[in-house]
């Protein structure tokens, strides 16, 4: 065991410079080791803490991918998400067990991942194998669970990699710190040995000995004092060598003194002059002793020599301030010290004065009275209040703007606590600790607190921000306090008015989409942590668009206006009632169980529909389909409750509107997700080209051959390069408002196919126009740009728009129509039939074709009524001069009635599926002069169209 005395007998024996450099290494060691193992540290916890996300992430990112595979059972899809899965560095293996205890498994091969850094680290960051369960849940059905299990491996290496990194530059930095140091310190020290050696030469008489100065500024001030001292002693031992007497050596001092030093006699003349009397006044000894004293007097001072010499008489010491005049005639104003003057044999024989010079003091006392005057107009001046305390808190000062706000004059205040005067609340009225004692006892300054009240004199509170500040001394003495406050009134009234324009439409006044949510999240919270019931009311306008379309979206506003207070009376006060946006509103209904918040989403249906809204000549009725969404104990979000709101809304419109319906079951559900999950792929298809168009022939039923018709049907491929039914997402692109981008898609592969044809036989492309598109101002003007771009023949264009679309939006179809038709453009009304006034209509709709609707045609063979339906179609569209066309002719016996009718076209599976332009164009290449006879499709053309057995045709999809 070490010695420790000897330990310490060592370190007292090593120089300065030895101990620095020990200590200096000590501590750069330990700063080193500690840094060291922080950082090693956190490295660890980040790895642990990445893994922990890597793992939920990737656990989360395949249940999302298996959902659609596992719901089918196509368990090639699992495993092939599986082996994708373990492709990822950080993945050890992905298993997964469906219901019927089938295991899916995809490892890591161990060979793959190698442990670079030493066993005894990878046991020593203790980072354990992680892995976890999740189930697999759509509409409340367990589809399987899904295991992962991270490898750690890559990370310990990744840990000991980068910390080996750290460690070298670590010791590297250490190492030109610690040598950095040495030559510091080396150099530093280097002066102090050369005046140690020195002092020691000195001491042995060597007082002739003079050190160059050199090193820092602290050691060269040392070595100049130990200059200085060495010359005054040569000076003052050489003095007392020569003089050998007290009084000479009394005179040395005097003379050498930095302090004018005066004597005079009775008289009040001059007997003695020290050298810094001479740089003080100008004058050497020689032009002033035995000369009076009133010379250095100012000329119109000089009678004050006389009161002078009367005091020097009396013998009594005394100080006082008078102004002297130099050589060149500048006044000083001195402070001088007197003391009478005695002889060895105590008699008194004059006076000696000190003097010192106050002219710069006194120049900064009036530099600082002026500038004392100048802050003073300042306060007065500026617009915030400021009060000035001493360090008891009592009150100095108020400028006029804090008179104003405080209600005190600065004499009634002046000695009072600010206590008394200054007091303020919070917003609910809690008092709010004096600045004072914060300041004071604190001795820092406090920073401005906007939330306070000021309680005036006459009781009225102000909002005000304030902040307080120590005064202190030119060294450093707290002598007081500082209070600036200033009025926030407007201010506040501002932000007051912002916060509610945050939260609240500023149309309704209700409150907005994004407060709702908020208000929402608190609901679901409470729910789950206090097992409370509340419920959520998505509510849409029935007929809205019918008000905006007639009369203007002003007078739309003042409906939803006078709609909002309707609503606002039927529930409430802790209810809450927003607009989402658009004719949408919502209704959080606290602590109110599903059956009760039915009754309140039914009295809300009947008071929308009671509502009569008048504008100018125009009544109009309208109504509400609500969707009721309980908030109970399940931990949700406000994504999973909205979108289950919506759907309920949505299913209350799919059943014929203004009707309450409660959250759909699981079924309804799944397809409404399912659809929101189409909202991403189609924008994807639309980014990646994934859509085409496949052709139908519209053939003439007599044989009357005009040209090639053909209607353009859209596709869409998947990511695999499958075609995707048209029913898997056209119901989602309705839903969610994407028919104008598929509309235009559609426009554009036509036209460029068109374009492609060239001088091909006569063909005409009809193209679907959605609703969505209809109601699009912007159609027009895309339409005619893509005319002019692909250089198409409007003549061989024909859109084909449904009679409800065409009747939602009669106005802008009608412009359309005209427009287009001008250019040369045809147009179809499709699904003619299926709408409640078709014929009524149809007299302010100049269409070129009606298409019978296929639900009548279908059948028509077989049922008199569909039979009646077509004929009557028909004849109306004769008598108008329009041609009919029948849709979803699929068999022999069908044609043949429609050709005993009159029917001009029939379109269907009987007379050719829908294919690609590329297969047509190969047919009319290859094809006779003659017309084709009309048959049946063959078995590779079922082949090739086998998406459009499993669902009838969606007109233009």
């Known amino acids: 065991m070490l010695n420790l005395s000897s330990l310490f007998k060592a370190g007292r024996d090593l120089s300065l410079a030895a101990r620095i450099k020990l200590v200096s290494g000590v501590v750069l060691t330990l700063v080193g080791c500690t840094i060291f193992t922080l950082d090693l540290r956190n490295e660890i916890s980040f790895q642990r803490d990445k893994l922990a996300q890597s793992l939920q992430y990737e656990l989360d990112f395949l249940a999302q991918a298996l959902t659609e595979p596992v719901i089918t059972g196509d368990y090639a899809a699992v495993q ?82 980068k910390m080996l990194g750290k460690l070298c530059i670590l010791l590297l930095g250490i190492g030109s710190l610690f040598a950095l140091l040495g030559t510091l310190v080396s150099n530093g020290l280097r002066p102090l040995y050369v005046l140690q050696k020195a002092a020691h030469q000195f001491g042995q008489g060597d007082h002739a000995l003079r050190i160059q100065a050199s090193g820092p500024p602290e050691m060269q001030a040392c070595i100049h004092a130990f200059n200085n001292m060495a010359a005054n002693i ?13 009084n000479r050596l009394l005179a040395v001092i005097v003379e050498q003194s930095n302090v004018p030093i005066i004597t005079v006699d009775l008289d009040g003349i001059i007997t003695s002059w020290n050298t810094a009397a001479s740089m003080l006044y100008g004058y050497g000894a020689e032009d002033v002793i035995g000369r009076p004293a009133s010379m250095l007097y100012h000329p119109e001072l000089v009678h004050e020599f006389k009161d002078n010499v009367a005091r020097i008489q009396q013998a009594q010491p005394t100080t006082f301030e008078a102004h002297r005049r130099t050589r060149d005639g500048r006044l000083l104003h001195l402070s001088i010290s007197v003391s009478p003057l005695y002889d060895e044999n105590n008699r008194h024989i004059g006076e000696i004065s000190i003097s010192r010079d106050i002219t710069r003091q006194k120049r900064a006392e009036e530099a600082l009275d002026k500038e004392k005057e100048r802050a003073q107009v300042t306060l007065a001046s500026i617009a915030d209040a400021v009060v000035t305390t001493d360090t008891d808190g009592n009150i100095d000062y108020l400028n006029p703007v804090a008179e104003k706000l405080l209600g005190w004059r600065t004499d009634e205040a002046y000695g009072r606590a600010l206590g008394e005067i200054f007091q303020c609340v ?51 003495e707290v002598i007081g306090m500082v209070l600036v406050f200033r ?185 409404r997700r399912g659809e929101m999950l189409w909202v991403s792929r189609i924008n994807s298809a639309l980014e990646q080209n994934r859509f085409l168009l496949h052709y139908q022939r519209i053939v003439p039923v007599h044989g009357d051959d005009d040209g090639l018709h053909f209607e353009a049907l859209l ?55 959605s609703g969505d598109s209809l109601s699009d101002p912007t159609l027009l003007d895309f339409l005619k740009r893509q005319f002019a771009e692909f250089g198409v023949d409007p003549r061989g264009i024909c859109f084909e728009v449904t009679e409800t679309a065409a009747i939602a939006n009669l106005e802008l179809a009608n412009i359309l129509i005209r427009e287009l038709k001008a250019m040369g453009c045809r147009f179809s009304l499709d699904d003619f039939g299926s709408g409640l006034s078709s014929f009524g209509y149809l007299k302010n709709l100049p269409v070129n ?59 269907g599976y009987l007379l050719g599926r829908p294919q690609p332009m590329e297969t047509i164009r190969n047919e009319i290449m290859h094809a006779t002069a003659a017309p084709q006879p009309l048959k049946s499709p063959s078995p590779e053309s079922q082949r090739e169209e086998n998406l459009a057995d499993e669902t009838p045709i969606i007109p233009g999809f």
């Open 80 to 161: 092939q998400l599986l082996n994708k899965g373990v492709e990822q560095p950080a993945i050890h293996s992905i298993a997964w067990t469906d219901s019927e205890n089938h295991l899916q498994i995809a490892d890591t091969p161990q060979s793959d991942v190698v442990l670079t850094a030493p066993a005894w680290f990878a046991h020593w960051t203790n980072i354990p194998q992680y892995s976890e369960n999740k189930d697999i849940i759509v509409g409340g059905e367990n589809y399987g669970r899904l295991r992962v299990e991270i490898a750690t491996t890559p990370a310990i290496n990744q840990i000991w990699e």
């Open 234 to 246: 040569e000076r003052l031992l050489g003095s007392l060598r020569d003089s050998g007497s007290r």
């Open 426 to 476: 919070d917003e609910a009225g809690a008092s709010i600790p004096s600045p004072i004692e914060q300041t004071l006892h604190q001795h820092q300054q406090i920073e401005v607190r906007g939330d306070a009240l000021l309680v005036q004199r006459d009781g009225a509170r102000l909002p005000i921000e304030h902040s307080a500040a120590p005064i202190s001394d030119h060294e450093g």
């Open 487 to 671: 009025d926030v009134s407007e201010s506040h009234d501002m932000a007051r008015q912002l916060s509610w324009q945050a939260s609240h439409d500023a149309l309704t006044s209700l409150v907005n989409r994004r407060e709702f949510e908020r208000r929402l999240e608190t609901l679901i919270h409470s729910a789950h942590e206090q097992d409370r019931q509340h419920a959520l009311l998505y509510m849409d306008l029935d007929q809205f668009k019918v008000v905006n379309d007639t009369c203007g979206h002003g007078a739309g506003d003042e409906l939803l206006r006078q709609l909002s207070a309707v609503l606002n009376t039927r529930i409430r006060s802790a209810d809450t009632l927003a607009r989402l946006g658009g004719d949408e509103f919502g209704v959080l209904l606290a602590d109110c169980p599903l059956n009760k918040a039915m009754e309140v989403a039914e009295a809300l249906r009947e008071s929308v529909a009671d509502f009569r809204f008048a504008w100018q000549d125009k009544i109009f009725a309208i109504g509400v389909s609500i969707g009721v969404v309980p908030i109970v104990g399940q931990r949700e979000n406000n994504t999973d409750v909205m979108g289950v709101a919506d759907a309920a809304c949505y299913a209350a419109k799919d059943k014929g509107r203004n009707q309450v319906q409660a959250s759909p079951n699981t079924r309804e559900l799944t397809q």
């Open 715 to 769: 596709r869409m491929r998947d990511q695999d390069g499958n075609l995707v039914s048209p029913m898997s997402f056209i119901p989602a692109a309705e839903r969610y408002n994407l028919m104008r981008g598929l509309d235009r898609r559609v426009v554009t592969l036509a036209f460029e196919e068109c374009r492609k044809l060239g001088s091909m036989p006569s063909i005409m492309i009809s193209i679907n126009l």
């Open 849 to 907: 074709y009606l298409k019978i609707d296929g639900s009548f045609v279908r059948d028509m063979a077989r049922d008199p009524t569909d039979a009646a339906m077509v004929v009557a179609i028909n004849n109306i569209g004769h008598v108008m001069g329009i041609k009919t066309i029948a849709e979803w002719v699929e068999n022999q016996e069908t044609l043949d009635a429609l050709r005993s009718i009159g029917v001009d076209y029939a379109q």
